[in-house]
């Protein structure tokens, strides 16, 4: 079983604040995705990175995959109230015969910015 | 373009029923996967659709069942409702292999409650 392990679970941070959120596992992932939900919607993406190493910026919001392709950061630099919602990590894994691969979740990091 | 959506929005069912959710997929996807997300969990794979068959199946039992139309719209159908169903049913389309596949598009949900 494939498992994406997200750190912290919680975090409450003050607006200004900065914070690097983890996500973890012991399998290798064609490509991993971070994705922020709001309460009562679906998840939306944010990025993803495909390349061991790679590093992709979105703002003030900086995302990196590990050189073997089974970890991931994600790193907010001066956070704002508007960034509070939950952030998920999901891995994408190909299946023989062509089918696009399934999306494997962590179960979230949930991030307030208090004012 | 209309994104992903879902019907119904809120629905409340009692043990031992059946439901069935609808999907309509974001113009010019073929694929479309249901995911269940169980509250302060991160959405969990049931299974997906491409070209009206069933794909990928995730660890989910027989009672959940799915179809996909013509018009690549789908139905995620679930019987013997357990009050353990009870969770936030996301759609979710994506444009295939040929399109660039692995970004997915998540509707809004459909907020199952079973008493």
């Known amino acids: 079983t494939q498992l994406l392990e997200q750190s912290p679970q919680f975090l409450s941070i003050q607006e200004g604040e900065n914070l690097t959120v983890y996500c973890n596992s012991s399998?290798?992932?064609?490509?991993l995705q971070w994705y922020r939900q709001e309460p009562g919607e679906g998840p939306v993406l944010l990025v993803t990175?495909?390349?061991?190493?790679e590093v992709k910026k979105l703002k003030r919001l900086t995302f990196q995959f590990g050189d073997a392709r089974k970890d991931s950061s994600l790193h907010i630099t001066a956070a704002q109230t508007g960034d509070t919602g939950l952030y998920l990590c999901?891995?994408?894994?190909?299946?023989?015969?062509?089918?696009?691969?399934?999306?494997?979740f962590g179960k979230g990091t949930k991030l307030s910015v208090k004012p | 373009d209309a994104g992903v959506t879902q019907s119904p929005t809120h629905l409340i069912k009692t043990r031992g029923q059946q439901v069935t959710l609808r999907c309509s997929p974001k113009?010019?996807?073929?694929?479309v996967s249901w995911y269940q997300q169980a509250l302060g969990q991160g959405p969990q794979f049931i299974f997906q659709?491409?070209?009206?068959?069933?794909?990928q199946r995730g660890n989910f039992p027989d009672r959940f069942s799915g179809h996909q139309f013509p018009n690549y719209s789908s139905e995620l159908n679930v019987n013997a409702l357990l009050l353990g169903d009870s969770a936030l049913y996301l759609c979710?389309?994506?444009?295939?292999?040929?399109?660039?596949?692995?970004?997915?598009?998540f509707g809004p949900g459909t907020r199952l409650t079973v008493l």
């Open positions: 979710a389309s994506s444009p295939g292999l040929a399109g660039g596949g692995d970004t997915q598009y």
């Open positions: 399998s290798v992932f064609s490509s």
């Open positions: 990175v495909v390349t061991g190493g």
């Open positions: 999901a891995g994408v894994k190909y299946y023989y015969g062509g089918s696009q691969g399934n999306l494997i």
């Open positions: 113009s010019g996807h073929d694929t």
């Open positions: 659709y491409y070209e009206e068959e069933e794909r």
